[in-house]
């Protein structure tokens, strides 16, 4: 199976330099959520280099704010799911950018702590709420332009 996030269709990339992608995620647990990538084809928190972990971080760092000046979010919600146990479905190591808004759902609070409660998570209606949640064109091409101001090198 071809890796979805080392070979990524060209229309979910927001921004890329030679360590990281950005990405549009394609199964969004909110309007907006992206990923943060390593351009090199890792599982293991372990096998990135110095480098890669900080270009992870600026990463994150410049998704959270080209999210919260074009789609102007009031919180986020950030982390990685390292490990099949862990709920990592993709074996390629990758952070989530998930922008969050006051009522977005019912009950916040714990964040990402609810990930290890045997609950259903009432963000993640799976495909009515990933459709709702996916980017309207618009809001795409203002993220586009917004990624196209910057560079992380």
Same mark, same amino acid.
């Given at each position: 199976?071809?890796?979805? #996030?080392?070979? $990524?269709?060209?229309?979910? &990339? ?7 992608? /950005?990405? /549009?995620?394609?199964? $969004? ?8 990538? $390593? ?9 990135? %280099?110095?480098?890669?972990?900080? @270009? ?6 410049? @998704?959270? =704010?080209?999210?919260?000046? %074009?789609?102007?979010?009031?919180? #986020?919600?950030? =982390?990685?799911?390292? =490990?099949? @146990?862990?709920?990592? %479905?993709? $074996? ?5 950018? &998930? ?47 917004? #990624? ?6």
């Amino acid at each position: 199976m071809e890796c979805p #996030f080392c070979s $990524p269709e060209k229309d979910v &990339i927001l921004y890329e330099d030679r360590l990281v992608r /950005i990405l /549009i995620d394609s199964y $969004p647990a909110s309007r907006g959520h992206l990923l943060v990538v $390593p351009k090199r084809h890792v599982e293991r928190w372990e096998e990135l %280099t110095w480098a890669e972990k900080s @270009a992870l971080v600026r990463g994150m760092e410049l @998704a959270m =704010g080209k999210l919260r000046e %074009t789609l102007k979010p009031d919180a #986020f919600n950030v =982390g990685m799911n390292l =490990g099949r @146990a862990a709920g990592q %479905t993709v $074996p390629h190591l990758h952070l989530h950018v &998930i922008p969050r808004w006051e009522g977005d759902c019912a009950h916040p609070r714990g964040g990402v702590r609810k990930a290890v409660l045997d609950l259903e998570d009432e963000n993640l209606k799976m495909r009515e709420r990933w459709e709702r949640n996916r980017l309207s064109e618009e809001e795409v091409e203002r993220l586009r332009e917004a #990624f196209k101001r910057y560079s992380l090198e």
